[in-house]
């Protein structure tokens, strides 16, 4: 029933910085890298900035397959031993280096490079460990159990309805035949 009120419509919620500024980042990385390939091609030769490109793609697909097979068997090392498998060792920081020096640009390839230095993976590491556990330690108890366990149910006319999941206990099984259910509407 309606009343000829209009119904107050929720205010979107804020886009967070780095959905606002990381678009713009990446188009800005575009045209430096961009940029910067026509500076060197024009000072060194298109060969020269080609060869280079090249270089780093087989270069950073060593990388990537040499940090592959090193945490793979680290892996199958573990479980052989029944344990647990150690940290990554800079497994990861490796084939983040070794995709930065694949993709076309002088300076994706020079951050690429810098990734492959074992004190700079080293320090990322541990500053990336102390990140997540300060994160970890000041996120609202509940807030990632309650994500998983919220459910979201679609009406037919379109509203979205929050509501838990409750599991009843199993019924004990008699004869008769249970009651026909009705169809689930998408």
Known sequence: M???????TPARPRRSRLRTF????????????????????????????FLL??????????????????A??????ALQRGTAPSRGGGNG??????LLLMMPG????????????????????RRAERTLERRLRTARPGTLGDAFQQAR????DGKVVQGEVIRDEPRERTDRPEEPRPPIER
Do not use: C, Y
């Open 22 to 49: 990381l678009p713009l980042g990446v188009a800005a990385w575009l045209v430096l890298e961009i940029w910067l390939l026509t500076l060197v091609a024009g000072a060194a030769g298109g060969l020269t900035v």
């Open 106 to 125: 002088l300076i994706s390839d020079a951050v690429g490079l810098v990734l492959l230095i074992p004190p700079v993976q080293k320090a990322l590491s």
């Open 72 to 77: 793979f068997q680290n892996l199958n090392e």
């Open 153 to 156: 149910m679609h009406r037919p």
């Open 53 to 70: 490109l090249l270089a780093g793609l087989v270069f950073g697909t060593v990388v990537i397959k040499r940090a592959g097979r090193r």
């Open 93 to 98: 920081l490796l084939m983040l280096g070794g």
């Open 2 to 8: 309606t009343t000829g009120a209009s119904t107050p």
